[in-house]
């Protein structure tokens, strides 16, 4: 059974001291930290690649859970492999080749996640994708900007992959709050990506503790075997 992963996405971070912010969600709870690629085509904003990855790597044991949104995934993977990327997730929107980029990201030494945007078809990766990939990411918002509204006609799809693939890490990112978490761990994420909704909490550690309490029950209540 999929256990509670929460990943505070740094694109809500202090940009001006990411290794403090980094230690500061680790010392508060978080399993992961989330790092968003961004490249200004996949999608129309900028914001980092290995580089920072790379600098803020030696300040926290976090996992990095790297949100590649970017037009050639597979031009990145080395890089980010070499500057401490754990997870390397890719639009599927992004590649015709995705089986062949799984088998290069855990080449590269790295665990392989595959996004899918709103309005993408569950059909994109089920199957060989679903089962080669460590973890599907089902965007609740559309990719590119933090601060968004929470879509809930994704829920469908979440609850649809989690019936089908009951061990799987399911991830949902965008929106995430006190507000829209009981949705999502109703449907069967066990990876929550949040930014605002963990950043800018007066006590981020009990939001948290909240996600993962909340993700759990559903896992165990919901959808155990």
Known sequence: MPVAKISPSMLSSDFAHLACEAKRMYKNGADWLHLDVMDGHFVPNLTWGAPIISAIRPHTEAYFDCHMM???PSQWVDDI?????????FHIEATQDPTGLIKQIHDAGMQAGVAIKPGTPIESVVGQVAELCDMILVMTVEPGFGGQRFMAQCMPKVEALRRKYPN?????????????IDASADAGANVIVAGTGIFKAEKPDEVI???KEKVNKAQETKFAA
């Open 81 to 89: 492999a070499k500057a401490g990327g754990q997870m390397y997730t």
């Open 168 to 180: 799987l890490d399911i991830e949902v990112d965008g929106g995430l709050s006190l507000e829209t």
């Open 70 to 72: 970017v037009s050639n």
């Open 209 to 211: 503790a909240t996600f």
